[in-house]
């Protein structure tokens, strides 16, 4: 049986959930301090700020209570704790994210290029998610609850849907695991008029080299697209895409494939470094619209960005 997600025992502070660590059931272990456990796990944050937050009553056990700078290292326990270095030196990302719908069941966000969906790396506080949570109108629907209901990247643009009600949140992710969502997206690439439209784009992606990156690979396709050319504008066209499957990159690695790499994309054909942010350049794909059946209503539903590209 697999075991369940731990709820966390402390509130959200500045909008963002504590991290949590599952510390391992190693009986050798017992008795030494939490403290050399941590600076081993995490041997890139110094050990003055481990001890630091021990001290200040900043790292507590899964009933929330603070854990001493003394604390011994418990086989099988969690402790919690918050990112705030890492929050402290983010950056502001200076574009802003517009609610387009709010319902019993679901928020629908426009979300701008170059602001991640949720918390990870070097992104905490500028996310969707933490926006999102910290909105004063929407402090009624327990900001805590909030999930995303599936992936948008980073440098991509427009609609993405989010839960707030624990009790129907399922319904919903069920609809994106069966397929049953139609997602729509436009892009700018190079015009290519050479090519039947519409093209049916199926090959096997995987993962590349470095992580972060998606590679085509010999084997059988596991990743569908459908490319229309939707207005020809001379020497970059503006390209209507369908992902019939939802594989990570896979609309940005099908254009490249085919000659035509999205404009300004920072990642395919030619890797850029990972800080090189130009926010006077953002890749030019946004997620125009999500159709769906609604699971309780039964009516279908469709949401639109309202940006252009």
């Given at each position: 049986?697999?075991?369940?997600?731990?709820?966390a025992p402390l509130p959200l502070i500045d909008g963002i959930k504590p991290s949590y660590l599952h510390l391992p059931c190693d009986k050798k272990l017992h008795g030494t301090l939490l403290l050399d456990f941590l600076c081993r796990r995490f041997p890139y944050i110094g050990?003055?700020?481990?001890?630091?937050?021990?001290?200040?009553?900043?790292?507590?056990?899964?009933?929330?209570?603070?854990?001493?700078?003394?604390?011994?290292?418990?086989?099988?326990?969690?402790?919690?704790?918050?990112?705030?270095?890492?929050?402290?030196?983010?950056?502001?990302?200076?574009?802003?994210?517009?609610?387009?719908?709010?319902?019993?069941?679901?928020?629908?966000?426009?979300?701008?290029?170059?602001?991640?969906?949720?918390?990870?790396?070097?992104?905490?506080?500028?996310?969707?998610?933490?926006?999102?949570?910290?909105?004063?109108?929407?402090?009624?629907?327990?900001?805590?609850?909030?999930?995303?209901?599936?992936?948008?990247?980073?440098?991509?643009?427009?609609?993405?849907?989010?839960?707030?009600?624990?009790?129907?949140?399922?319904?919903?992710?069920?609809?994106?695991?069966?397929?049953?969502?139609?997602?729509?997206?436009?892009?700018?690439?190079?015009?290519?008029?050479?090519?039947?439209?519409?093209?049916?784009?199926?090959?096997?992606?995987?993962?590349?080299?470095?992580?972060?990156?998606?590679?085509?690979?010999?084997?059988?396709?596991?990743?569908?697209?459908?490319?229309?050319?939707?207005?020809?504008?001379?020497?970059?066209?503006?390209?209507?895409?369908?992902?019939?499957?939802?594989?990570?990159?896979?609309?940005?690695?099908?254009?490249?494939?085919?000659?035509?790499?999205?404009?300004?994309?920072?990642?395919?054909?030619?890797?850029?470094?990972?800080?090189?942010?130009?926010?006077?350049?953002?890749?030019?794909?946004?997620?125009?619209?999500?159709?769906?059946?609604?699971?309780?209503?039964?009516?279908?539903?469709?949401?639109?960005?309202?940006?252009?590209?």
């Amino acid at each position: 049986m697999a075991a369940m997600k731990k709820t966390a025992p402390l509130p959200l502070i500045d909008g963002i959930k504590p991290s949590y660590l599952h510390l391992p059931c190693d009986k050798k272990l017992h008795g030494t301090l939490l403290l050399d456990f941590l600076c081993r796990r995490f041997p890139y944050i110094g050990r003055e700020i481990w001890a630091g937050r021990l001290s200040d009553g900043h790292i507590f056990d899964e009933a929330g209570t603070p854990l001493a700078a003394d604390a011994a290292f418990r086989p099988g326990g969690t402790v919690y704790y918050y990112r705030e270095a890492i929050a402290a030196e983010e950056e502001p990302v200076p574009f802003q994210e517009h609610i387009l719908h709010i319902d019993e069941h679901l928020i629908v966000a426009d979300k701008p290029h170059f602001l991640p969906v949720i918390p990870g790396g070097r992104f905490l506080r500028e996310t969707l998610l933490t926006r999102l949570r910290l909105r004063p109108e929407l402090q009624h629907l327990n900001p805590e609850n909030f999930t995303p209901l599936h992936r948008l990247d980073k440098d991509t643009a427009g609609v993405i849907l989010f839960a707030h009600r624990p009790e129907s949140r399922r319904a919903y992710q069920t609809l994106f695991q069966s397929r049953a969502v139609e997602k729509t997206y436009e892009a700018l690439a190079p015009t290519r008029t050479d090519l039947a439209y519409p093209l049916h784009v199926r090959s096997r992606l995987e993962r590349g080299e470095p992580f972060y990156l998606t590679r085509q690979a010999e084997g059988e396709a596991n990743s569908h697209t459908i490319i229309e050319l939707a207005e020809n504008r001379g020497g970059h066209s503006l390209y209507r895409l369908r992902p019939v499957s939802g594989k990570k990159h896979q609309l940005r690695v099908h254009m490249a494939a085919l000659g035509m790499p999205l404009l300004n994309d920072p990642l395919y054909p030619d890797p850029q470094p990972a800080d090189c942010t130009d926010y006077a350049h953002p890749l030019k794909l946004l997620a125009r619209a999500i159709e769906f059946t609604d699971p309780f209503s039964g009516l279908k539903r469709r949401f639109e960005s309202t940006r252009a590209l």
